[in-house]
């Protein structure tokens, strides 16, 4: 058996007297904050109708419907064609917007980063402007842009590329003000510019991180291209929204499992190139 040491309670109370209080005032805030938060999430639950039954009832008819929309069946080839054509185009979509996005959004993080732009005012107006363009929803960008450029592929990638500036100029603002400051003082000490600083400094280390959020954003403005398409703003959306209108379910299923397939597809190549970028511990420089 080991050997038992004595342990000197009193020194270990003297050295940690914190972790020996009972309920200090921080902590009887933070219990009371806590009890507060779940008393105002079940009555929030309940306000919803949580409790009263309904979900519970209506398991039986998700039931019935997933039945319906089993096995998926896309009725003939040429609904097969049709629907992979209007898949191709919502992942154009989607890469068209979110690289237009990325591209726009670039600046305007520099403009927003704590470390690149020094004036207040100019940080302040960049990330509320951020802020503005973040907050509305892609769906509503869809709807905007359909009554501005008309139906169409060309308004659903306006739409991703509007609302994915906001997203972008966040993310990447936050990678740079992360970025380590000694390259940039190395470079600017020994003669170069601030822009020589930013351009060999910060960029070739956020660069992977930059990738990361783009391919991960790439992936979910797919799914988020299949809904616009609803609006009438092109893409797969449009054709899904049909069959489950007209409650052609089995065709319904076989167009949401095409549209599973394809996240499949592009998150396994997003992966691999995300860790082809990172292994390159800085990408293009």
Not at 10 to 32: E, M, N, T
């Amino acid at each position: 058996m080991p050997a038992r040491f004595p342990v000197d309670l009193d020194a270990v109370r003297g050295r940690h007297p914190q972790h020996f209080q009972r309920f200090d005032r921080s902590r009887q805030i933070a219990a009371g904050a806590a009890i507060a938060a779940f008393a105002l999430l079940v009555f929030a639950m309940g306000e919803l109708g949580f409790f009263d039954g309904k979900l519970i009832a209506g398991l039986g008819r998700l039931a019935e419907i997933a039945g319906l929309m089993l096995p998926p069946d896309p009725k003939d080839w040429a609904h097969v064609r049709l629907f992979s054509v209007a898949l191709l185009e919502t992942v154009a979509i989607s890469l068209l917007g979110t690289l237009a996005a990325a591209v726009l959004g670039l600046p305007l993080a520099f403009l927003a980063a704590r470390n690149i732009t020094a004036q207040r005012v100019i940080r302040f107006l960049s990330r509320r402007s951020l802020d503005t363009i973040r907050s509305v929803d892609i769906l509503v960008w869809a709807l905007i842009w359909v009554n501005v450029v008309g139906l169409g592929p060309f308004a659903g990638a306006l739409a991703i590329m509007t609302g994915d500036i906001g997203t972008f100029g966040k993310l990447f603002s936050e990678a740079i003000e992360a970025a380590d400051r000694k390259p940039v003082e190395g470079i600017v000490s020994t003669g170069g510019g601030k822009l020589l600083g930013v351009r060999f400094g910060i960029i070739p280390e956020v660069f992977p991180v930059l990738v990361s959020q783009v391919l991960y954003l790439f992936e979910s403005n797919t799914r988020s291209a299949s809904i616009i398409g609803i609006v009438g703003a092109g893409g797969i959306g449009l054709y899904l929204a049909e069959a489950i209108r007209t409650l052609e379910l089995q065709q319904t299923s076989f167009i949401i499992a095409m549209i599973l397939v394809t996240v499949a597809v592009i998150d396994y190549v997003s992966s691999q190139l995300r860790f082809a970028v990172i292994g390159r511990r800085g990408g293009l420089v």
